[in-house]
């Protein structure tokens, strides 16, 4: 297809612009379905092996296994439990890195195998380690699960997506601070997909006509990279944003926590996850999580190819910045307000007026300590 001096498609195809939510996505997939971020995860899996078989060759040294065999367990408890069972499980592990390492040639993309060395690691017996090494070793799994799951996401299971607006907020917060500005993408609007189909070109895709609907990353390799259903907000989820606001979503509790606990009375049935409300009334945190349960769906849509401009970047803001740090501001009841204006708790649904300085109030409720939360000027 022809294209102008920017290198736009020429011709009757619709100008389609991300918006800032969309960009952040199609950042965090391109970057965790990159040959770069694949072996990163084989660096991590490689130091971990070599740092247990450090430690492995301490017990030994020491002497732990004698202190750990008896005739009942055997050598269950002993650094053997690792050499045995644990480090095949890793080395398979590894070796499914390799292979996927390779497939990225063919443009093929597969689960990582964590989940099933993951399996092998809890039934570890760690009883030859001591507290610190065993909390270091669990750290470092929980580093390696962590990064690797970023590409089980997006992978999916044959052609299922299960990113969500709120499991990619939520990286989002995680990795905020690692991106100093984003990649720039220009959406073609010329290479078109279809849910249940392959996609045209590898890379990620935007919803045509949905906003709030995950971006998606789909391959051309293998059978599972076919696109998927748009995971979008259902008639709740749409509720849910009118009340908290598109940019506050998932971030400010002081609406989403009333909101959830209105609708969980309202609708006893409605599937949360954590269906006894009594449990989110005493955790309000917990109604975040709750509605992540409840407010999704899956539909089949019409998808855009997003193409990453590579060595492009731009400076993007948060679109309320001057707030941004404004939707973090809470102050427990008894300490002294920190700014003047208004504030609002989930406690009692109460906004109220503090100068800087005055005590913030407690509130009788089913909530614990009260937390007040920055509502505005």
């Known amino acids: 297809m022809a294209t102008d001096l920017f290198g736009n498609p020429l011709g009757a195809n619709p100008v389609f612009k991300l918006s800032l939510h969309q960009?952040?996505?199609?950042?965090?997939?391109?970057?965790?379905?990159?040959?770069?971020?694949?072996?990163?995860?084989?660096?991590?899996?490689?130091?971990?092996?070599?740092?247990?078989?450090?430690?492995?060759?301490?017990?030994?040294?020491?002497?732990?296994?004698?202190?750990?065999?008896?005739?009942?367990?055997?050598?269950?408890?002993?650094?053997?439990?690792?050499?045995?069972?644990?480090?095949?499980?890793?080395?398979?592990?590894?070796?499914?890195?390799?292979?996927?390492?390779?497939?990225?040639?063919?443009?093929?993309?597969?689960?990582?195998?964590?989940?099933?060395?993951?399996r092998m690691i809890a039934e570890h017996s760690s009883m030859w380690m001591t507290s610190e090494e065993e909390e270091h070793f669990n750290q470092q799994w929980e580093v390696i699960y962590s990064y690797a799951a970023k590409i089980d996401a997006a992978v999916g299971a044959g052609g299922q997506r299960p990113l969500t607006d709120f499991s990619m907020v939520m990286a989002w917060r995680e990795c905020e601070?690692?991106?100093?500005?984003?990649p720039k993408f220009r959406v073609?609007?010329?290479?078109?997909?279809?849910?249940?189909?392959?996609?045209?070109?590898?890379?990620?895709?935007?919803?045509?006509?949905?906003?709030?609907?995950?971006?998606?990353?789909?391959?051309?390799?293998?059978?599972?990279?076919?696109?998927?259903?748009?995971?979008?907000?259902?008639?709740?989820?749409?509720?849910l944003v009118g009340e908290v606001g598109r940019d506050a979503l998932w971030i400010d509790d002081t609406k989403l926590i009333p909101f959830a606990l209105r609708e969980m009375e309202k609708n006893s049935a409605m599937n949360t996850g954590m269906n006894d409300l009594a449990r989110v009334r005493a955790k309000p945190a917990r109604a975040r999580n709750a509605m992540a349960s409840a407010v999704f769906t899956d539909r089949p849509c019409k998808w855009y190819f997003v193409e990453m401009l590579n060595g492009e970047f731009e400076n993007v803001d948060h679109p309320n910045s001057n707030q941004s740090s404004d939707l973090r501001l809470r102050c427990e009841a008894g300490n002294t307000c920190p700014r003047q204006g208004w504030w609002f708790t989930p406690a009692a649904e109460r906004r109220q007026h503090f100068k800087q300085g005055e005590l913030m109030p407690a509130l009788a409720g089913d909530y614990g300590v009260t937390t007040w939360q920055w509502d505005g000027e």
């Open 23 to 118: 960009k952040r996505q199609a950042a965090m997939l391109y970057q965790w379905m990159s040959l770069d971020y694949l072996k990163g995860l084989l660096q991590l899996i490689d130091g971990f092996i070599t740092g247990v078989d450090v430690t492995v060759a301490l017990a030994q040294v020491q002497g732990r296994d004698a202190l750990l065999a008896n005739d009942r367990w055997g050598v269950r408890d002993t650094s053997s439990n690792w050499s045995t069972h644990v480090l095949p499980a890793m080395e398979s592990f590894r070796r499914s890195i390799l292979k996927d390492v390779a497939s990225r040639a063919t443009e093929s993309y597969e689960f990582t195998g964590a989940n099933q060395c993951g």
């Open 177 to 182: 601070s690692l991106w100093r500005s984003l």
């Open 188 to 239: 073609r609007t010329d290479v078109e997909g279809l849910s249940g189909k392959k996609p045209p070109r590898t890379g990620v895709y935007v919803a045509q006509e949905d906003p709030y609907a995950s971006l998606q990353f789909a391959w051309i390799g293998n059978a599972d990279g076919v696109l998927g259903d748009a995971k979008t907000f259902n008639e709740l989820g749409m509720r």
